[in-house]
């Protein structure tokens, strides 16, 4: 008998998968790093010139920007296993935590380079420096966004009529992620109380996806 394979090389083994995908298809390069730099652009001219307002909006933009793309993110996380025929095959193969793990990482490192470039051209376009909850908040932010993603993703993967949902789903839930994130990333605001509801949100929204992942793959 064929020895089972430890979960930890699962995961790198479906990370690596997500991997190549990417560098094949260049999925996020082509949709969200366009997405993104047009976002935050439009933003800046919307807000005008002045620079107290811009200043007021640069962290609701970033976070703005990081909500609404994981819309499209999340069509991939089964999308390309599903078009390839090989999605039944993925999870009869691997454990359902191991793929779940898989894929939250490599959603949680689309998040975070997405949320590296609209932060990045946030500060240089807007001119306002980036404090340092910001980091923490965009860590455990990302994160939760990254399993709503994967848990989301999965679930509409099933039906074409799911898709259209998508949106409906996601966006109000991770308004929590949206409202802690830019609250950190404002200077001035009190920090205690939005880390420690990012931090509650974010390990919530984990364990839950975590939870209900074997469930959504039997779907």
Same mark, same amino acid.
């Given at each position: 008998?064929t020895a089972p394979v430890p979960?930890t090389?699962q995961?790198?083994?479906?990370?690596?998968?997500?991997?190549a995908?990417?560098?094949?298809?260049r999925?996020?390069?082509v949709?969200?790093?366009p997405?993104?730099?047009?976002?935050?652009?439009?933003a800046?001219l919307?807000?005008g010139?002045a620079?107290?307002?811009?200043a007021a909006?640069?962290?609701?933009?970033?976070?703005?920007?990081l909500?609404?793309a994981?819309?499209?993110?999340?069509?991939?996380?089964?999308?390309t296993e599903?078009?390839e025929d090989?999605?039944?095959?993925?999870?009869?193969?691997?454990? *359902?935590? #191991? +793929?779940f793990a !898989?894929? =939250?990482l490599?959603a949680?490192? @689309?998040?975070l380079v %997405? $949320?590296?470039?609209?932060?990045?051209?946030?500060?240089?376009?807007?001119?306002?420096?980036v404090? *340092?909850q #910001? +980091?923490?908040? !965009?860590? =455990?932010?990302t994160?939760?966004? @990254?399993?709503l993603? %994967? $848990?989301?993703g999965?679930?509409?993967?099933?039906?074409?009529?799911?898709r259209?949902?998508?949106?409906?789903?996601l +966006?109000?839930?991770g308004l929590p992620?949206?409202l802690?994130?830019?609250?950190?990333? %404002?200077?001035?605001?009190?920090?205690?109380?939005?880390?420690?509801?990012v931090?509650?949100?974010?390990?919530?929204v984990v364990?839950?996806?975590w939870?209900?992942f074997?469930?959504?793959?039997e779907e």
């Amino acid at each position: 008998m064929t020895a089972p394979v430890p979960r930890t090389a699962q995961v790198a083994a479906v990370l690596r998968r997500e991997a190549a995908v990417e560098r094949a298809g260049r999925e996020a390069l082509v949709t969200t790093a366009p997405f993104v730099a047009a976002f935050v652009v439009l933003a800046g001219l919307a807000f005008g010139p002045a620079p107290e307002d811009l200043a007021a909006a640069a962290g609701g933009t970033v976070w703005l920007a990081l909500l609404v793309a994981t819309v499209p993110l999340a069509r991939t996380v089964a999308g390309t296993e599903i078009a390839e025929d090989s999605w039944d095959l993925l999870r009869g193969l691997v454990a *359902p935590g #191991a +793929l779940f793990a !898989g894929k =939250l990482l490599a959603a949680w490192a @689309a998040l975070l380079v %997405t $949320g590296l470039l609209a932060g990045g051209l946030v500060a240089v376009l807007f001119e306002v420096p980036v404090p *340092p909850q #910001a +980091l923490y908040g !965009g860590l =455990l932010g990302t994160l939760a966004l @990254a399993a709503l993603t %994967t $848990g989301f993703g999965v679930l509409v993967a099933s039906g074409s009529r799911r898709r259209g949902l998508l949106a409906a789903l996601l +966006l109000p839930a991770g308004l929590p992620a949206l409202l802690a994130g830019t609250q950190l990333s %404002t200077p001035g605001v009190p920090v205690l109380p939005w880390a420690v509801l990012v931090t509650v949100y974010a390990a919530a929204v984990v364990v839950a996806a975590w939870a209900v992942f074997p469930v959504l793959l039997e779907e």
